[in-house]
């Protein structure tokens, strides 16, 4: 825990959201430069994390309360999108590791001010409850393991879902359902397992966290449907998700900008005339820029729509809702569409190491396995969108 000295501290004064925003794009050459470590160490490198924290990254939705720039959820995807551009594992990590001033919104403001009073802290975590936490005094003893800890390696506090027991037995809500809660555990108490060898995103380090038998204080406890803060930006918990596709739409726009200067330089083979000369290529160009900004503007009108409504004090909609997973699932589906486009383009030489693309495909492929980016939630969305509230946690 750290002391109430560095309460409130900051590697840098107030950072505005264009001031994030002009920051994350100024790092992209360092991301594109240190990918390739990135992705053989399967975690960010030390540069990278200094660099993101420099930027303000992590701070992305700490409170104006306490200092933070608390920036709309827009922007937020703006961020994440300019971070994506360099590097897709560092775009991930930043997603989930920014999201420390969600966690804090849950906590009474004392101990959120203890915990993530310095406004670059790092948290992350899983939605799952696969962990127990066992009732004693003062607080729980906490045993489980956690699959898919994007950013473990490099977080201050890691969220855990757990059942409550007591006394071993499962202790039931007034619906007679089990009782489930999420606690905040430091990073340095957990245990990281290697495990992440994957097609994609190799650089997040989504490693499975475990513990056992750990006391968490109480008041380190907290459920995701009881916000503490007032403020619109907490008011709804999916809106926490959002920012995820900034990670599709960043590799989309990459994928376009490789493609663009590759063009320019490979002759076709027969003709050995420009391959940008070719009409079916700059068909393939124009297309995909339809498509992904197509997606963009679908992503900024949803998530632009939501947030006027908890501006205004209101609670968003089953229809809004149901978008707001909708605009998820599109953007992931609009960048592979892209990502197909401009992988035919390149031909053969998107599958060697050597292209950009070979790897932001497979980041893409990776990115888009979340379960709110899978085909299967069209149902569930388009079940909303007659007005019907399905059973799905995430709307």
């Known amino acids: ?108 403001e004392s101990v959120a001010k203890e915990l993530f009073g310095r406004l670059d802290v790092r948290a992350a975590g899983s939605l799952k409850w696969t962990g127990t936490a066992e009732k004693v005094a003062g607080g729980y003893r906490v045993t489980g393991r956690w699959d898919f800890g994007s950013g473990a390696h490099h977080a201050d506090f890691m969220a855990a879902g757990c059942q409550v027991t007591e006394n071993g037995s499962p202790v039931l809500t007034e619906h007679n359902m089990p009782k489930i809660m999420w606690v905040l555990i430091p990073g340095s108490e957990l245990t990281i397992e290697d495990t992440w060898y994957t097609t994609g995103l190799r650089g997040t380090g989504s490693d499975p966290y475990t513990t056992k038998d750990l006391f968490v204080p109480e008041e380190h406890a907290f459920n995701f449907m009881e916000c503490k803060r007032s403020e619109p930006l907490y008011r709804y918990t999916s809106l926490s998700l959002y920012r995820m596709v900034g990670v599709q739409l960043g590799i989309g726009r990459r994928a376009i900008e490789v493609v663009h200067d590759l063009v320019r330089e490979k002759k076709v083979l027969l003709t050995g005339s420009s391959l940008g000369d070719e009409q079916w290529v700059q068909m393939a160009i124009a297309q995909a820029e339809a498509i992904l900004g197509s997606a963009k503007s679908y992503v900024n009108d949803v998530v632009g729509d939501l947030w006027n409504t908890l501006q205004a004090g209101d609670m968003p909609s089953l229809e809004q809702r149901a978008k707001g997973v909708l605009m998820i699932a599109h953007a992931a589906d609009s960048a592979r569409r892209v990502m197909d486009k401009m992988c035919d383009v390149a031909g053969s030489s998107s599958i060697f190491p050597s292209s950009p693309l070979e ?31 399905p059973a799905f946690p995430y709307f």
């Open 1 to 108: 825990m750290m002391g109430k000295e560095k309460m409130m501290s900051s590697t840098r004064g107030y950072m505005s959201a264009s001031d994030i925003l002009a920051s994350t794009r100024e790092i992209v050459p360092l991301l594109r430069q240190l990918g390739d470590r990135t992705e053989a160490t399967r975690r960010l490198p030390n540069e990278v994390v200094d660099a993101l924290t420099k930027a303000g990254v992590f701070r992305l939705v700490m409170p104006k309360a306490w200092g933070g720039p608390e920036v709309d959820p827009v922007t937020q995807i703006q961020v994440i999108e300019n971070i994506a551009l360099g590097d897709a594992s560092a775009a991930w990590c930043s997603m989930i590791l920014s999201g420390s001033g969600f966690y804090a919104s849950y906590l009474e």
């Open 359 to 389: 790897r932001l495909r497979r980041d893409l492929i990776t990115a888009n396995t979340h379960f709110l980016c899978q085909q299967r939630q069209y149902a569930s969305i388009g079940q909303a969108l007659l007005g019907i509230e």
